[in-house]
């Protein structure tokens, strides 16, 4: 019985030390000289990155989707082109290469500068589901707007592209996703968003534990609230479909 | 109306059309007959350019329109066109089909559309499915949209491509009543069908087709009840 009383009470005793520890934990990495500022600031900045970011890389990949959908021997060249290197360089390197050479002389703020590297990055990704998308749509379609004396534009505008939209909006969330995460990088380049914040305390504290965890569930968190709302849109695109 | 001279289509070597020569004049409702693979369906869509003719000339109101430079678009508007599949697009409301293009071809305001839309709507019986989506309408219905959707831009004439071939046989009838009244209304009308008995009832004239050109061409009671052409006699002994 003792023995039993002994082993209980020393449970207790560590599992106490184990949480003190991780309150002082807590209160050295986020609230000593106001360090959870650090990270609220990341936040905005992952978000200000990616927003840019994503609505550069749609119009970048709508264009470069049409070029590689075009019957033009030279804008087909150029789209190819563009989604081969894009996709076949690390999008650290391209960030470097775009912050340190391209823009090396332009005084911008930094966040800007990633954002354009990025939605060039994500456009090469965005280019590729939108062919597919505008290929997915059945070419009577197409013929019957065209039947109707409707331009290949206006063809394209308001019948093949929002059925398109429909098709690819899953595919299209998931390389938001990707993008959010992905701009966990910009550290390299200097710019503090919720990783390099994270990992700046880790250096401050030498306390990875706590800094890499809040990070995490950060980004999921962050994640998350996208996946739910974009469910909402996809509901309201889908009305049309009566399944 | 429409003047078609030494027609020719080929994909890569296949040669479709081999040499159509045709005049269609106002109000005639001209039926396209013959067997699978004889050009029916690429005639009727040279007609409009959905394909681009390899030789030869069309002219519509005396006007060429297979020539450089000429404005399709304004061509087409000249010519409705009802599809085998329908081709509603599934996007938009019955209404909002019917009247996209009149209202962005501004050829209309929304609300004349909107009541040329109502009108044409209860003309092919479908007054209550305007706000519906094309996925809950039947074949039928939805063939009888389509027609009502090209007459929209008040076309001078229309082209049916098999608009019945895809349908369950208890909706045929249906779409083929609003053809019957639309031909009636003394509508120009090219229609590629295999539904002889409407060829029979409604056509001013019947052209047999098969490989690529026209073998026979005449009113239906010469090309039914005596036919000139063996292989016009062939198909006619198969199908009928």
């Known amino acids: 019985m003792d023995a039993i009383k002994t082993w209980w009470l020393g449970l207790c005793n560590d599992v106490a030390v184990w949480w003190s520890g991780i309150c002082d934990d807590f209160y050295l990495c986020f609230v000593k000289e106001d360090r959870y500022k650090l990270i609220l600031d990341g936040i905005g900045v992952t978000i200000k990155v990616s927003l840019f970011a994503i609505l550069i890389g749609i119009f970048i990949g709508f264009l470069i989707g049409l070029c590689s959908l075009s019957k033009n021997k030279f804008l087909n060249f150029i789209g190819k082109v563009y989604t081969d290197v894009i996709r076949g360089t690390p999008s650290v390197t391209q960030l470097m290469i775009i912050y340190f050479v391209v823009f090396a002389n332009v005084h911008w703020e930094k966040w800007i500068i990633a954002s354009i590297a990025f939605g060039i990055n994500s456009g090469a990704y965005v280019s590729e589901i939108i062919r597919a998308g505008i290929l997915s749509i059945d070419k009577g379609q197409t013929e019957a707007g065209r039947s109707l004396g409707l331009g290949a534009v206006q063809t394209m505008l308001h019948i093949v592209v929002p059925q398109a939209v429909k098709n690819i909006f899953p595919a299209l969330c998931n390389e938001f996703i990707v993008l959010i995460k992905e701009t966990a990088i910009v550290g390299y380049i200097g710019i503090m968003d919720i990783q390099k914040a994270a990992d700046f305390i880790k250096s401050a504290t030498f306390e990875p534990f706590l800094p890499l965890l809040a990070s995490a569930i950060i980004y999921f968190v962050l994640i998350k609230i996208l996946t739910v709302s974009l469910g909402f849109v996809e509901k309201a695109l889908r009305k049309s479909d009566v399944r | ?240």
């Open chain 2, 1 to 240: 109306m429409i003047t078609v001279k030494n027609l020719h289509k080929s994909f890569g070597k296949l040669n479709v059309l081999c040499g159509i020569d045709e005049h269609i004049t106002q109000g005639e409702v001209v039926v396209v007959i013959g067997p699978s693979g004889s050009g029916k369906s690429t005639f009727l869509r040279c007609l409009n350019l959905l394909e681009e003719p390899t030789a030869g000339e069309i002219y519509i109101d005396g006007e060429i329109i297979n020539a450089p430079k000429v404005n399709v678009n304004r061509i087409r508007q000249k010519m409705g066109m009802v599809f085998q599949q329908f081709n509603l697009f599934p996007h938009l409301t019955i209404m909002e089909n019917i009247t996209l293009a009149p209202v962005k071809l501004k050829k209309m305001t929304k609300e004349e559309a909107i009541k040329k839309g109502e009108e044409l709507l209860q003309r092919v019986g479908l007054s209550d499915k305007a706000n519906n989506y094309p996925a809950q309408l039947s074949g039928g219905q939805k063939q009888r949209v389509a027609i009502a959707r090209a007459l929209a831009m008040q076309p001078e004439i229309m082209l049916f491509d098999e608009p019945t071939s895809a349908l369950d046989p208890e909706m045929v009838g249906e779409v083929l009543d609003v053809m019957k009244d639309l031909a009636r209304s003394g509508m120009t009308m090219v229609v590629v069908t295999h539904e002889m008995g409407f060829a029979r009832e409604v056509g001013t004239r019947v052209l047999f087709m098969d490989g690529g050109v026209i073998m026979e061409s005449g009113s239906p009671e010469e090309i039914f009840g005596n036919p000139q052409n063996d292989r016009t006699k062939n198909f006619l002994s198969k199908v009928l």
